[in-house]
């Protein structure tokens, strides 16, 4: 008889799922965790975008990002907030307190300057961004991407290149969506193969 556990019994984990309101999530902290619990999550991490080494261009019209308007104080009220969950759900759900760092190529020092404050259990890592233009927004800008690269091809090795680089140089606990090459603002998710698949939200 085999010992491997059933949909009865398996119990799942998320270390990337955690996008709240502090970034570019719909729920609060305590809202994602009780979402998680209720679902028999055995482990939970959080894992908010931290703030985006500067770079020329954060969103298609040159402007700067919208999580750069975040309070200055919200690392530590998120910190906060992550930290009331864990105890909240203690002995159901195993809360962890992360972030998802973005990858700009010659930033790793400003970035490891960044975090080292706060007192962070695990980091993602993600690339966002290949050559300076935001691959997961609206199509127009992804297809500046693929005509910088030269092809939609040459799109796909640049970023599975910048990937590698990422995870050589920042060496996160967790690589943040490494096969995502593109998803539009509306949650339509554009894979180099031409395949197409819809976004899964927690909460």
């Keep these: 008889m085999s010992d491997s556990p059933t949909d009865s019994t398996r119990r799942w984990a998320s270390f990337h799922g955690g996008h709240t309101t502090y970034g570019d999530g719909a729920g609060t902290v305590a809202e994602v965790?009780?979402?998680?619990?209720?679902?028999?999550?055995a482990a939970f991490g959080f894992s908010e975008h931290f703030i985006v080494p500067p770079i020329d261009e954060f969103t298609p019209d040159g402007e700067t990002s919208p999580?750069?308007?975040r309070?200055?104080?919200w690392v530590e009220d998120y910190a906060r907030d992550v930290e009331a969950a864990r105890q909240a759900h203690a002995g159901t759900t195993t809360i962890v307190f992360g972030a998802e760092l973005e990858?700009?190529?010659?930033?790793?020092?400003?970035?490891?300057?960044?975090v080292e404050p706060f007192p962070?259990?695990?980091?993602?890592g993600s690339v966002h961004f290949v050559r300076e233009i935001q691959i997961d927004g609206p199509r127009p800008v992804f297809e500046r991407a693929i005509e910088a690269c030269g092809s939609l091809e040459l799109l796909a090795v640049a970023y599975y290149e910048t990937l590698g680089e990422m995870i050589d140089r920042l060496r996160p606990d967790v690589v943040g969506h490494f096969d995502d090459d593109a998803a539009d603002q509306n949650g339509e998710r554009r894979l180099l193969h031409g395949g197409r698949q819809d976004r899964?939200?927690?909460?």
């Design 33 to 41: 965790a009780r979402s998680a619990v209720d679902r028999d999550f």
């Design 67 to 69: 999580l750069a308007d």
């Design 71 to 73: 309070s200055p104080d």
């Design 103 to 114: 990858y700009i190529r010659g930033a790793e020092d400003w970035t490891r300057a960044q």
């Design 120 to 124: 962070f259990d695990y980091f993602v």
């Design 200 to 203: 899964q939200h927690l909460a």
